[in-house]
């Protein structure tokens, strides 16, 4: 099951910032009093069935993925090539993304999530097809990567609004995070089980398993007990629900300050498949086994950034800012690493660093929003995060290209540092705060405090406006 960075969030009245908790989605069964706890919302039958059958599938995603990639670099020898097949996969989520949304909030999206979860399956049992008889040439993959792109437009934000309907408002911060920890856990295993299989017997069984692996979720989904979810309000079919929607972000700088952010961070800093295959093939000259380790040795930082945040009680926006300032950093610093041990053991961190990055702005932006509006705000969130792929990805390849692996790391490692530090001015000039710098010991040495002094402690402000 794809994600978001994957992909992979509760919300105020829409006249307001996150300051507490608003009212979830319409009537369904009452929710258990929360007791809290890193796996709270395992607890709920439905969700169980769900997150079983995604980590299933999202190891068969993993599994494709590194397959898809070393079976690019193999026909062509082009990092642009591989920049060409992300940029494909992704430029749906670009063109159409915001309709994906709509389809969303009009649709149900457990019945959403069954065709398209049906048709990923499809996707990767052609493309083993293809492998296994020895008639795959590049178009091909470029084809399957295009169509698969194309169910993503809805199984993104459907996946994304539908955890809402299954654990409700309480459990919905703790089910996110737990989301992109079941990813992230099956990111451990997938590249692993692919750099096997790439080994010992080509990239068309690691496709074939993928494309099997698909059945787990919609197995989930078909057994779950449907008068055990929270009901939630289908908006009925009208002319200008797209632009309703971005309306709506528009005026929530809560909502497009970090929806900015992680465009940014999204179209030039995720381009690991780009780099990482290219540090690899001509930086260390090593083969699909070395591609899986450095996946898995993000996906082990991935998988305790999620884990960290399932423990926390909150997503603030300052934490997005300092994490997309850190993310940034550590890209840079692993692009001017002077060995192979080096680079691979900064990994780990990126991963971690990366990882809050995506799940603290979903959360955040989830919890914010509407229940009405999810799927258009998800949808719009996803699309700016994937869909700018499509743009980044061909940029940062040629360039890998054309200057080497450890310039096109450095040049996304620059634009995310600089992206997150114009995005964390703006988000605190807007909500009235100033840089404090204070290095006497014991006290905070950096802080945002407000401009005008007022009764509410600094460190309980958030980086955003009310408004």
Known sequence: ???????????????????????GP?????????RGGMFSSLRIRNYRLFATGQVVSNTGTWMQRIAQDWLVLSLT?????????????????????????????????????????????????????????????????????????????VDNPARQAFVSEMVGQDELRNAVSLNSANFQSARLIGPAVAGVLITAFGS?????LNGLSFTAPVAGLL?????????????????????????????????????????????FGFNFPIWLTAFVYHVFHAGAGTYALFNGLMAAGSLIGALLAARRASSRLRLVVGAGLLFGLLEITAALAPSFWVFAALLTPIGLVGLTINVTSN?????????????????????????????????????????????????????????????????ARVGGLRLKIDLRRGHRHVAFV???PDATPPEERELAPVA
Do not use: C
């Open 450 to 452: 407000p401009r005008i």
């Open 1 to 23: 099951m794809s994600t978001g960075p994957g992909a992979d969030s509760a919300p105020a009245p829409n006249t307001h910032h996150d300051t507490g908790r608003a009212a």
């Open 363 to 427: 959360s955040s932006v989830q919890m914010a929003t509407d229940p009405a509006m999810r799927g258009r705000v998800m949808s719009l969130f996803m699309m700016v995060f994937m869909g700018g792929t499509p743009l980044g990805a061909p940029l940062v390849g040629w360039v890998t290209d054309a200057f080497g692996a450890r310039i096109g790391f450095l040049t996304g490692g620059v634009i995310s540092l600089a992206a997150a530090a114009l995005v964390g001015l703006i988000l």
């Open 26 to 34: 319409t009537a369904g069964p009452a929710a258990p009093p929360r």
């Open 204 to 208: 068309g069984w690691a496709f074939l």
């Open 77 to 153: 020898g082009s990092s642009a090539a591989v920049g060409i097949t992300t940029a494909l996969q992704f430029l749906p989520m670009l063109l159409l993304g915001l309709y994906g949304g709509v389809l969303t909030d009009r649709f149900p999206k457990r019945t959403l999530l069954l065709l398209t979860q049906s048709a990923m399956g499809l996707t990767g049992l052609a493309l083993a097809v293809l492998t296994l008889t020895g008639q795959v040439q590049i178009w091909h993959v470029y084809l399957v990567a295009f169509l698969l792109g194309l169910v993503t437009v």
């Open 223 to 267: 057994m779950m007990r449907t008068a055990e979810l929270h009901k939630a309000d289908r908006v009925p079919r009208s002319k200008g629900q797209l632009r309703e929607g971005l309306r709506y972000v528009a005026g929530r700088p809560d909502l497009i300050w970090p929806i900015v952010l992680v465009g940014f961070i999204g179209t």
